[in-house]
């Protein structure tokens, strides 16, 4: 068994989850990928984060939508390197539609990938985790997990989720050295925002450019997207020992959109 450190991070070979994996990778933890996308592609960010700081960096393909593959994405990655001391559950999609046409498999798809993941990842890693009395438990959640949007009720109804559940096991970890937070990112620019622009613009009857000006960056008074390195150095700053008492949290990284 390694002595270092092992962190899972769902979502990792895109966007936000590719952010965490170069800050943690960084900061010398071994890293597990878990993503979709095209092999050699992915094969490529595995290799190249390992080469730059390092770590030993694997990959597990699990769906996050699927109980049994996050159980075979655990045991992969106990099998790979022997423990797991943090889980950064990230992995999500965005489903924009007015609630009336909201499409029922596509709500209760968003609901298995942003939320239900969230427990199940964290069920079978908390044993481990309180027997060691050391954890991180790191989600990404959004500031809709604390304010809402119209035509996005599915995902702000699984981000509030996810905060709930995250303080829960923050509390049922406290005395075994785990510490559970949600940070809160608003507009980050990753994939995920940009397929939702043409049917946020659909949904409005306005134009693409109009989305982000008037949309996305209206409701941050910065008027600049969240970097992906920036959510990668939270995450980083979580899992230190220096965030221990720093537990049960939902940390906006949104450019001030919360604070009005
Ligand atoms: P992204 O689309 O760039 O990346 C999503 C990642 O999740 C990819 O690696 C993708 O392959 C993976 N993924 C999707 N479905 C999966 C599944 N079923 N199983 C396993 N992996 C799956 O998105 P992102 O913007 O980096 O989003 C990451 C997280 O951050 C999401 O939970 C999202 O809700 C949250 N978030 C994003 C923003 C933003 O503005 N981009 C803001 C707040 C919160």
């Known amino acids: ?13 895109s966007g936000i989850g590719l952010g965490i994996a170069e800050a943690l990778t960084g900061a010398g933890y ?22 730059r700081t390092g770590t030993e960096v694997g990959y ?3 769906d996050m939508s699927e109980p049994e593959e996050i159980a075979a994405l655990v045991d992969h990655t106990r099998s790979e390197f022997g423990r797991i001391d943090i889980v ?22 968003l609901m298995r990938i942003n939320l239900f993941s969230v427990f199940h990842l964290t069920r079978l890693v908390f044993p481990e985790m309180k027997a060691r009395k050391w954890g991180r438990i790191v989600c ?15 995902y ?21 050295g785990i510490t559970a937070n949600s940070i809160c990112p608003g507009y980050v620019l990753t994939p995920l925002v940009e397929k939702q622009i043409p049917d946020t613009a659909k949904a409005r009857g306005i134009t693409e450019e109009e989305v982000k000006r008037d949309v996305l ?27 221990s ?7 906006p990284v949104d450019g001030g959109w919360t604070a009005q």
């Open 60 to 62: 597990h393909g699990a």
């Open 140 to 154: 990404i959640a959004s500031a809709h997990g604390l304010v809402a949007s119209p035509y996005k009720s599915a």
């Open 217 to 243: 960056l209206a409701a941050q008074p910065t008027k600049e997207f969240v970097g992906v390195e920036q959510i990668g150095a939270l995450a980083a700053f979580l899992c230190s020992d220096a965030a």
């Open 30 to 51: 071994n890293v597990m990928l878990n993503g979709f996308g095209d092999a050699g592609e992915i094969e490529a960010i595995r290799a190249g984060l390992a080469k």
């Open 88 to 109: 950064v559950p990230n992995a999500g999609i965005q489903v924009v539609s007015p609630v009336e046409d909201f499409p029922p498999e596509k709500w209760d798809l």
């Open 1 to 13: 068994m390694t002595e270092t450190k092992t962190a899972i991070i769902t979502g990792s070979t």
């Open 156 to 176: 702000v109804a699984a981000k509030h989720g996810v905060i709930g559940f995250v303080k829960t096991v923050a509390l049922e970890g406290a005395t075994f």
């Open 245 to 251: 008492q720093m537990t049960g949290t939902a940390l």
